[in-house]
């Protein structure tokens, strides 16, 4: 294989990489390390604003292969109408599953035991005791059964929780049971204490929890949001905040970052996190195994890993 190979971190510092590649280190910096036309393989920077990854597409005429380093690719989409037919484009498919499926746990287990009002109150020196929802005996709705809802219920099944539910686009069966299609969610969600949105952005799953979504949720369960912000329709989800029938757990929200001003940070019930289920101590280790991995294929003229789309 010829052409440039685009990296967020330096070559040297990931082990396994191939010889006989020309590595270019590019983290998002304003100038470009090379040519972009010369690039065959991009591998996306991490955790940059807007539009910085796609800055390079247009250019990239030579380019064969667009790596993500996140679960999602929706923040590359806009640039893919500047690429040639036949380019790959690969996701981070199990490099977050660990890290996502941590804090999924922490939020639930927050939210259920009041954790946020034990800090308010310890900031206010005041002693909050009184019963609270346990996770135990409850039904959980893991909504996007891929890797890492997988790797959620891993987490979930110590805690002794009476049943998960596991949906995905379409039907299947795994070794821990059935997987639902997203068409028998109306039928699920009346049953399930806690729901997990673990999807990536589509057009099928934007405002896929809408108000009638919400609605079927029975009074007094917990949704909770590791996927994508725009995955729920954040108006609908005010109205049943505000209400008080339902409670949430964001690590995303719609628009995000969260403004300050936003009613969101303010609404009874609601646990945010800044979008930060992936940059973890996890990340970095897994991230590398892949591009080493990843790119030992390209070098060798194997497929490739984790292709989500090939552009026509």
Known sequence: MTGDVWLPFRADEIPGLPDGLDYRFWNG?????????????????YMK???????????????????????GVDHVQAGLKYLAPGVQLCN?????????????????????????DFVRGQDRGEWRSGFRPALADKTVLI???????????DRLTPFEVARVVRVARSARTTERG????????????????????????????RHLADADFLARMKDGALLVNVGRGPVVDTKALLA?????????????????????????????????????????????????????????????????????????
């Open 29 to 45: 910096e304003p100038d470009f390390p090379a040519d972009p036309a010369d690039c065959a393989y991009y591998v996306v920077p």
């Open 240 to 312: 049943e905040l505000d209400s008080g029938r339902l409670t949430a757990a964001l690590d995303v929200t719609d628009p995000e970052p969260l403004p300050q001003e936003h009613p969101l940070w303010q609404a009874p019930g609601v646990l945010i996190s800044p979008h930060v289920g992936g940059p973890t101590s996890a990340f970095l280790p897994r991230a590398k195994r892949l591009l080493a991995a990843q790119l030992t294929r390209f070098a060798a003229g194997q497929p490739l890993d984790n292709v989500v789309l090939t552009t026509s």
């Open 49 to 71: 604003p807007p539009g910085v990854g796609v800055r390079p597409l247009e250019r990239m005429t030579s380019v064969r292969a667009v790596q993500t380093l996140s679960a």
């Open 178 to 205: 059935p997987v639902h299609p997203l068409t028998d969610l109306p039928g699920l969600l009346p049953e399930a204490d806690v729901v997990v949105l673990v999807t990536p952005l589509t057009e099928g799953t």
């Open 143 to 153: 909504v996007g059964y891929g890797a890492i809802g997988s790797a959620v219920e």
């Open 92 to 116: 981070a498919r199990g490099v977050h599953d660990a890290s996502t499926a941590e804090l999924a746990l922490t939020l639930i287990l927050a939210s259920l035991r009041g954790i946020p």
